[in-house]
Structures are given as structure tokens and as C-alpha cells.
């Protein structure tokens, strides 16, 4: 553990604290007060602080994306599916017979083709239904704008993807999801403030 | 106050604990037990609940966007700025001599005409800090889609900025980053869905 600890510049407690917490599975036994670490502890343990520190992450929702990881379906897109149907925001349950209706119309209009069941499309509906509330609503131009923007994005990202194993998959979507949002919200503020500087200076 | 809580449908207690936090400003008094309040509170009022129920922020976080709204400087850039500056997530000052190199570097590969310190490209810094970290660097193909993904968005929502006062374009700034953050992260999740569908069913 001291090995891994001085690897992965993670201390000693927090590891501890990590495999009480079951967010790192345990060692290989090799002796009473020794256990054995490979490879995949490092990684493992890489992933449970950007979720954590970086992320923002709470304990139980790091615990529910590590286990998506653990039991990451064969096929590489429910894989995905799972991991971001893992991942914070939480999105409400649809009631029975009620359909997600916003994000559909916006998925149709797109020529997407999801699983309207999907965290993803719920989670959209959601996002849709507070922008209409505030007297702000999505009107076509602008999907037809954020949705070029998403996929532009999404399809770089989707290439980046390692297909070796779906594991592999799954921890790709999970950080680049969690640790990438920020950067894409980031870049929308700074490229507001480029736009607004340029018609400044045209005005 | 019983006819804005009619007119708003926010409870009357709540309104109460607003002008309490001071998130709203007090009516004009007309009687002893009387006051008046006009549109701009029931718009006011229609923000402050976007802020806290839909966005989340906390009450601290709400109050200074609503400063920012009060105090907004003449120039619609520069109020659109101090909006952003307002609004979560925080970030981290800049230590003396210390400068927001990655984030510089991606802004002139992008050559994108920014304030280095303001706080999106801090914001911008941090978030490719973080991604680095995690061995997920921004790599220049990437950063040339989220890019082009950025200002798709950017350029849409600055054209629809009300720009008669700067009041207006802040208050539509604040609004639009809040509530639209979700819906592009939203979107760019179902974007994935529906590359990896494709790829899967290509294979």
C-alpha cells in the first residue's frame, strides 16, 4: 500500500479510506499485513479522485459509477449508456405512460437516433422544460446551432473512444464526461466574451 | 404583495425570505401595511427562482448575480462580463506574476480575442488543469472541435441579446449561461448515444 500510495501520490489514509468506502477493490493477500496492488489499482484509484476532487462527485455517486465500471455490459454503446446513466446530474424517474416529450421533439427534429427510455434524453427533457419555464425556451434556430455544436463534439470524443474492451469504454466516457463538461462550459463563456468583444469593437 | 405572489406564483413566504436575503428589492410603500410592486419585481422575482430552484446556485451566490444585475456597467460587454464573473463554479485567483497558460495558449490556437484576466479564461485554465491530470490532455484536434462546437453556440446566443439596455443584456447573459449550461451537456450525452448507436450498428 505504501508502493501504490508513493505511484499514485495519493496518501496512505485516503487509499484506506477508498477501500473502506468500497470504491477500490481490495489488494491480493500476500502475507497478514501485506497485499498486493497491480496496475489496475493505479488506474482505478486515478479515476476515483478526478470523480471525487475533480469531479465533485459525492461518495455514493462515485461508488455507483465505479460499479457501472465493474459490470460494463459487453457492447461498448450500452456500456456508455450505463456510465452516464451512473453519473450526476440525477434525473426523475418518467411516471407511468408519461413520455419525455420536449427532448423527443428536439431528438426528431436532430435526426438522432436514442433509446427514449435513456437517462440521456430524461436528463434533456428536464434541461428543456427549465430553459421554457424562465421565458427563455429553445426555439429551432438555436437547436439547430446546439446540436451541431453537440455533435461536432460528441463525434471527436466518440472516435477517441478505445474499443479494446468495453471496460476501457466505459472508464474513457466516464472521465471525459465528468472532467470535459467543465471545459466545454468554460469555453462557451470565454467564446461569448470573444463575440461580444469583436461586436463591441464593430459598433 | 399578495397580488405579486398571484401574478408570480411564488408563495408569499418565499417572497418574504427574498426581500429578507435581499435577493429582491423592497416595493414602494403606499400605506403602513402596503407596498407596490411592479414588473420589474415580478421579473426579478422570475430570475432569482431560475437561480436557486433550476440552477441550484445558493442564496450567497444568487445575491451577487443580482448585485451584478444592479451595478451593470454601461457597455453590454463589459456588463456581460461581471455577469459571468458572478456565477458559479468559482475560481481560484491568480497568484501574483502567475499567468493561465494553458488556457492563453488554447485561446490563441483558437485566435479568439479575450480578457487573459477575466474569470473565463481562469475558469478555462483550470478545467484543462484538471483534465490533463486525469491523462486525458485537450489535444489539438479536440480543442479545435470543442472550438468551433463553443462559438456555434456562442455566436446564437449573442445575436438574441437584447441590447437595448445593459441591464436587459445581463440579465439575459446570467439567464441564458445558467439554464443553457445543462441543456448543452444534456445534449452532448444524447449526441454520443447517437454516434455510438451508429458505429454499432456499421459493425
Known sequence: MAELSRTS??????????????????????????????????RR?????????VGGLS????????????????????AVGAAHDALPPPVPALAEGERPERALAAVAALG?????????????DAALAAVAEVGLP????????????AMRVADVEVRGTPTGSPADAVQYAIVGTVMYEPVMAALRRVAQQHVFRRFSREQ
Chains 1, 2 share one sequence.
Open 45 to 53: 484509484l486515478r479515476l476515483v479522485r478526478a470523480l471525487l476532487v
Open 9 to 42: 501520490g495519493v496518501p496512505v489514509a485516503t487509499i484506506k479510506y477508498y477501500l473502506r468506502e468500497g470504491l477500490l477493490p481490495p489488494g491480493r493477500s500476500v502475507a497478514a499485513t501485506q497485499a498486493e496492488y497491480d496496475e489496475a489499482h493505479v
Open 112 to 124: 438522432w437516433d436514442v433509446d427514449p427510455e435513456s437517462t440521456g434524453v430524461r436528463q434533456l
Open 138 to 149: 429553445m426555439r429551432p434556430e438555436r437547436l439547430e446551432a446546439y446540436g451541431e455544436a
Open 59 to 78: 461518495v455514493a455517486a462515485a461508488r455507483r459509477v465505479v460499479e457501472t465500471l465493474d459490470e460494463a455490459p459487453a457492447d461498448v454503446a450500452a
